[in-house]
């Protein structure tokens, strides 16, 4: 499974990106998909995951409410939708997938086996 991270980008403090996950070789379905971010200095941390049945979602609480993970009518796209960004957002954000997750492990990367290259998202305040 080959995935592609998309849609970062400069933004202002309050402003949005939607950020886009594809799978190429296969489709999401049957698989969690999940999108963690990396600052410069900082541990790679979870943002938020979807689960493909059911469709449940899972944000972390520094994001809960201002950032919306869902998946494309095709199966193969998941996106990350931002909004009202703050200057802390600002990291590398990496699409991560897995058709072999527990539910407890949905926030810990190394839970993970397929990875994207990363999109920068910065937001200047």
């Known amino acids: 499974v080959q995935l592609q991270a998309s849609g970062g980008g400069l933004v202002q403090a309050g402003g949005s990106l939607r950020l886009s996950c594809a799978t190429s070789?296969?489709?999401?379905?049957?698989?969690?998909v999940a999108w963690f971010r990396q600052a410069p200095g900082k541990e790679r941390e979870f943002a938020a995951a979807?689960?493909?049945?059911?469709?449940?979602?899972y944000y972390a609480d520094s994001v809960k409410g201002r950032f919306t993970i869902s998946r494309g009518n095709s199966e193969n796209t998941v996106y990350l939708q931002m909004s009202s960004l703050k200057p802390d957002d600002t990291a590398v954000y990496y699409c991560?997938?897995?058709?072999?997750?527990?539910?407890?492990?949905?926030?810990?990367?190394?839970?993970?086996?397929?990875w994207g290259q990363g999109t920068q998202v910065t937001v200047s305040s």
């Open positions: 070789g296969r489709t999401f379905s049957g698989y969690s």
């Open positions: 991560a997938a897995s058709s072999r997750i527990i539910l407890s492990s949905l926030r810990v990367p190394s839970a993970y086996s397929y």
């Open positions: 979807i689960r493909w049945s059911p469709r449940n979602t």
